[in-house]
């Protein structure tokens, strides 16, 4: 019956029917796999904390996902988050955690909770966050708490909203934060002790304010109708009220908050406003020195798309035959040319693999691939300095080739990057021959070095929850700790390969 009907309508509406269909069957499967998954993640509160650990230890480390299982290309709705992605479990074995016993301490206390081994003296930083409501945060991601609930329960993982997927996760620096601050305050999480939640804003050393910029830009920065303001927009103009009307800003002029805007399009209305808070941000592209700068602001690195590469499956020198990598959008406004030139230059050489098209519809999977089986990965300006790209290249330890002259770099004072990338200016990038005789006359004993180095550090660049020891949140932490002591900032000598 289905089938006649279908037989029966144009061609046009064939493809349709056949899409939907497809995109039916997909969901199906998701649903069945996302519930298998659940079904596995539910853990019992009464569990100690230890086998808490192990069992997060023991869930589907994301290696042993099935090959093509990713293969889907859908044109993106959103996918969310898969519980091997979020918690990227691949990292956490090997880590051998603090214990930490938390208890919770009585209201009256300024802290919300302490304990020896984590608590308000031993960490690096205290922070205070506004308990703003969920239309700022978890809101967006379409949680709903019980009355008057400002917070969902992170103690629990099967409770934890998901963040969606797709391309939208590059930017979920601020979803990260938000948990980390709030397990800080829960006995059975074991995480580093950088940061803790403080329930007195007059002893904290930041004030961290929880509005998910780039969430709200990605998913509400179409107008329903020309004459209305975006969802986008007006929730940053309810920002700025809230924060004007706090004693807490008035008092710092917004010098101790700490804001996420991690997309460049996201705060964009109001950055200026508040431009004298912190900033975590990709990198300063799109912003005025005045309002973003190196003094005050952190870079922090996208969340990779690609799947991380273990140590042992990471292949060496002989086993990636392709010289190097490029795969992204060939079209780039500002800065971007360089993309044009270079691929003009390349795309005939032989053992370089440069081609156009966005991850979406070369598909993830394939980057994977491509990237594990390359010495080096260029990374083009494209029309940011910064993209997901280099962080795809550190986790599939690939040596990062690093074509973008104001590119800033997420601790760098801390990292020296010359040791696993290579620096090329741009105007030598595109002299002919040059790159491929550089990346050429690498040989296998300077470029296994710079590999091991991309080894060491590739846990830097990972997001996880619960937050691991030294890993993005924490860093992010860290690096705020360096500034609050006041350290002149830094920024090391990069090594750049002259002609
Ligand atoms: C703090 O944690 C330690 C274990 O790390 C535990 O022995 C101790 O009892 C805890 N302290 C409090 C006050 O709960
Ligand atoms: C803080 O608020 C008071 C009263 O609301 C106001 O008079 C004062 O100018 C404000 N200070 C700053 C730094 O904005
Ligand atoms: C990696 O290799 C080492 C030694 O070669 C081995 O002990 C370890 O179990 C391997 N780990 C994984 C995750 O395969
Ligand atoms: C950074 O690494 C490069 C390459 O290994 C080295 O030449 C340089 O001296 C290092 N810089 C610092 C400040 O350690
Ligand atoms: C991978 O190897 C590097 C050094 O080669 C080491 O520092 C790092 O801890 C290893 N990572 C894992 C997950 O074993």
């Not at 969901?27 to 086998?51: A, R, T, W, Y």
């Not at 508040?274 to 941000?281: D, P």
Request: proline share 6%; glycine share 4%; net charge positive.
């Amino acid at each position: 019956m289905l089938f006649v009907k279908i037989l029966a309508m144009p061609e046009k509406t064939l493809r349709s029917s056949r899409l939907l269909l497809g995109i039916t069957a997909f969901s199906m499967l998701f649903l069945i796999l996302s519930s298998f998954f659940l079904f596995h993640s539910v853990i019992n509160p009464l569990i100690p904390s230890c086998v808490f650990k192990q069992f997060v230890a023991d869930s589907v480390p994301i290696e042993n996902k099935p090959e093509g299982s990713d293969e889907f290309e859908l044109p993106k709705p959103v996918v969310p988050l898969s519980p091997s992605s979020i918690l990227d479990t691949h990292k956490i074995e090997k880590i051998s955690m603090v214990p930490h016993e938390d208890t919770i301490l009585s209201e009256e206390t300024d802290v919300l909770l302490e304990n020896e081994s984590c608590n308000r003296n031993k960490a690096l930083l205290r922070v205070y966050m506004y308990d703003m409501p969920p239309e700022f945060h978890f809101g967006l991601l379409d949680w709903k708490g019980g009355r008057n609930q400002i917070w969902p329960d992170v103690t629990d993982l099967k409770h934890v909203p998901r963040y969606p997927g797709g391309l939208n996760l590059q930017h979920s620096i601020e979803y990260w934060l938000t948990l980390d601050l709030l397990s800080s305050n829960v006995k059975e999480i074991v995480r580093p002790c950088s940061v803790i939640r403080v329930k007195n804003p007059s002893q904290a050393d930041y004030i961290f304010v929880p509005f998910f910029a780039s969430l709200s830009y990605n998913r509400h920065s179409k107008a329903m109708r020309q004459d209305k303001l975006t969802i986008n927009r007006k929730l940053q103009d309810k920002l700025v009220d809230y924060l004007m009307s706090r004693p807490e800003w008035n008092i710092s002029g917004g010098k101790d908050h700490i804001l996420v805007a991690h997309h460049p399009n996201s705060l964009l209305y109001v950055r200026k406003r508040l431009g004298s808070a912190r900033f975590v941000l990709a990198d300063f592209g799109r912003y005025a020195a005045r309002t973003a700068n190196l003094e005050k602001d952190v870079i922090a690195p996208y969340q990779h798309v690609v799947r991380s590469i273990s140590n042992n499956s990471s292949a060496p020198f002989e086993r990636r035959p392709t010289l190097a990598y490029f795969q992204g959008a060939i079209y780039r406004k500002d800065g971007g040319i360089i993309r044009q030139e270079l691929f003009y230059l390349l795309k005939d050489e032989k053992d370089v693999h440069f081609t156009f098209g966005s991850t979406q519809r070369s598909g993830v999977h394939q980057a994977s691939r491509g990237m594990g089986s390359s010495k080096f990965c260029l990374n083009i300006a494209g029309d940011t300095p910064s993209s997901n790209r280099l962080f795809d290249a550190i986790v599939s330890h690939c040596v990062p080739v690093i074509i973008s002259d104001n590119i800033e770099l997420p601790f760098e004072d801390v990292l020296n990057y010359s040791e696993f990338s290579v620096f090329v200016w741009a105007s030598d990038a595109v002299k002919p021959g040059f790159l491929v005789n550089l990346l050429g006359g690498i040989g296998k004993n300077e470029w296994t070095k710079m590999w091991e180095k991309l080894k060491e550090v590739a846990h830097h660049f990972e997001y996880q929850y619960p937050s691991q020891p030294e890993n993005a949140v924490d860093m992010i932490w860290q690096a705020f700790a360096r500034k609050k002591s006041a350290l002149k900032v830094r920024r090391r000598e990069r090594l750049y390969r002259m002609s």
